[in-house]
Each structure stands twice: as structure tokens, then as C-alpha cells.
């Protein structure tokens, strides 16, 4: 019991260094790293093709794509609509900057066997981001890389491509988006 007194304590202590602690001065805003998203924010409209690959169907795809900021101006949320040699696609995406990684963050889901276990982690360099990966897909870790080239401030051209056991980039999806 006389153990328990001390535990106790440091524990109500440290609860009311937490709880009764002053806020911060100023309500966080977003930063040049966050507003960067901006880019992205509108109605695009997808199109591309999806390459010969061991885990999807070749073919054309496109998909109508609604972006706009998440409350509080950290993230963007895009909602998108299309169709795919797997038949219709719904998908929900947020974009995001980690300030404490420094790295852009991707979470997405769609309606597709294809559920996202990891947060891919990009950077953007002169309008080109650069996001990377690595998640079990067909019970093997496949790594992966997802290109965005800025064309102008109303277009630019993505791909996604994945590391071949030979060691070489393969292009799984390509295409183009333009603002509507």
C-alpha cells in the first residue's frame, strides 16, 4: 500500500501538468509545405492505362476526381469516380505533410481487393512528387513508386510503377489528369 501512494502521486502530478497546462499561444495554421497541396484542389478529370501486371487487368481506365481542403487546411480529400477493366471505381484519398518526417502522406481506399496497408511518404521537387512504398500484394513485398509531374497548373501526368525482381522500375499505371 505505502508503494501505491507514491504511483499515485507522480501519476496526479502528471495529469495535472497535462490537463492544467496552458494551451498554445496561437491555433496551429498550415504551413508552405501544407498549402503545396493546394495544387490538387478542384475537379480533375483522370485518364490512362493500366499496363499488363500480376495484380489488376490491363486495360483503359478514368475517373472524375472532386479534391477540396479538409477542415483546418492540413489535408486534401479527394473523392473520385471511373471506370476500370475491373468494372466501376469509387476511391477516397487524402493528401497530407507530415511536419515531423517531413514527408508528404497518401491514405487511400477504394472499391477494389487492392486495401492499402501502408502510408506511402513523398517529396516534391520542381512539380515533381515522388512517393514510395512497399506492402505485401499475392503473398510476396513488392515496393513501389508513385510519379506526379506538374505540366501547368491545370494538368499533369502520373505513374505508378513497382520494383521487378530483375531490379528495374515496370510501369503498372499511366496517365494524364486535367482540370474541369
Request: charged share 20%; proline share 8%; hydrophobic share 35%.
Amino acid at each position: 500500500m505505502s508503494r501505491l501512494i507514491p504511483a499515485s502521486a507522480a501519476v496526479l502530478a502528471l495529469w495535472s501538468t497535462i490537463v492544467l497546462a496552458e494551451p498554445p499561444a496561437t491555433k496551429p495554421a498550415p504551413g508552405p509545405e501544407h498549402q503545396r497541396l493546394g495544387y490538387f484542389v478542384g475537379n480533375w478529370r483522370s485518364e490512362g492505362t493500366i499496363n499488363p501486371n500480376p495484380f489488376m487487368p490491363a486495360g483503359g481506365f478514368s475517373s472524375d476526381d472532386r479534391c477540396a481542403w479538409f477542415e483546418g487546411g492540413f489535408s486534401v480529400v479527394c473523392n473520385s469516380t471511373g471506370s476500370s477493366p475491373m468494372g466501376p471505381t469509387v476511391s477516397l484519398g487524402i493528401m497530407g505533410y507530415s511536419t515531423e518526417e517531413k514527408v508528404y502522406t497518401y491514405l487511400g481506399a477504394e472499391n477494389s481487393p487492392m486495401a492499402m496497408t501502408s502510408v506511402p511518404r513523398g517529396t516534391v521537387k520542381d512539380g515533381a512528387w515522388v512517393y514510395e512504398d512497399q506492402s505485401k500484394m499475392g503473398g510476396k513485398l513488392v515496393k513501389f513508386r508513385y510519379l506526379i509531374n506538374e505540366s501547368s497548373p491545370t494538368s499533369y501526368s502520373f505513374k505508378w510503377e513497382m520494383l521487378g525482381d530483375d531490379g528495374r522500375w515496370q510501369t503498372v499505371v499511366e496517365g494524364k489528369s486535367m482540370k474541369k
